[in-house]
């Protein structure tokens, strides 16, 4: 389940705009996505409530019995929708469900300074600095008739962060978001120019928002007792449950055991033959947000 994380630290930067217009756009793509709004201020949650029946579905949250924000079920993508000021550990939980981040960063000064600090700290963060969590930058906001996106281009360069593209400062935004619309609900030459601008975005996330099936292959000993069991291979869970125990600040991760001696004993036994007396034990630390729930 890929899942796209739209953060900056800096507040009015556009990061609600990116992740509505990315959420619809899979909406009519035939993905069944999720907004998952982890701003405190639920400004895409109520974009949700203003949108027509009509256009294709974008689910929010799911709330269970402990009152717990949850990912429903059938979920194929999920777009996360981030509060400003998000850093230290609750920026690093959340790398820990990310398949890539966005960045939208808006021309000013003080706009690429905090985009600058916000860069620097993920790339300190494992699966960023490792490739396994993409990371690139979009500019918000842009007036064509100002030097603004060489500006942005430049100084991404300079921070190696890669720029994906520029989206224009328009009130046709302002008007689809009031009416729980994107650019990607409407139809006619008015949209030509900014579904053109979002065309780079969506080709860098193409591979993530649909990954090729990865190979799988099982190691089964043949002659030693000491070969090792199949092991959690994967970096992050493929679900993001329980999610906003987790995702919003304040939330815990705990850790819970798993005892795979009884697998382990039934692997041996294929081997009695060679080790009449071998037995394997294997416990994996898995993060509690890595369990499967219904």
Known sequence: ???????????????????????????????????????????????LRRRNAALPAIAPWTIDQKNVLRVPSGITHVVLDTPGGLHGFDLARMVMFADAIL????????????????HA??????????GRCKLAAIGMRIDARTRAAQVLGDWATELKLPFLSVLRETQLYVQCLERGMTI???????TATDTQQWQPILDWLAPILNPAPAATTQQVPTTSPDSPLN???????????????????????????????AQASALAS??????????LQQRQQIPAFLRQTG
């Open 103 to 118: 960045m939208p960063v808006c021309n000013s000064a003080f706009d690429r300074e905090a985009a600058a600090a916000c």
């Open 184 to 190: 990607f609900d409407l139809s006619g030459q008015k």
């Open 1 to 47: 389940m890929p899942v796209i994380a739209v953060v900056n630290r800096k507040g009015g930067s556009g990061k609600s705009t990116v992740a509505a217009h990315l959420a619809a756009w899979l909406a009519h793509q035939g993905c069944a996505v999720m907004l998952g709004d982890v701003d405190r201020q639920q400004s895409t949650r109520a974009w």
């Open 270 to 279: 294929k081997v009695l033959a060679t080790a009449q007396h071998s037995s």
């Open 121 to 130: 700290e993920l790339m300190a963060l494992p699966r960023v600095a490792s």
């Open 231 to 261: 092991r959690v291979g994967a970096s992050r869970p493929d679900s993001l449950m329980p999610a906003q125990e987790s995702l919003v600040p304040g939330g815990r991760i705990g850790g819970v055991q798993v005892n795979r001696q």
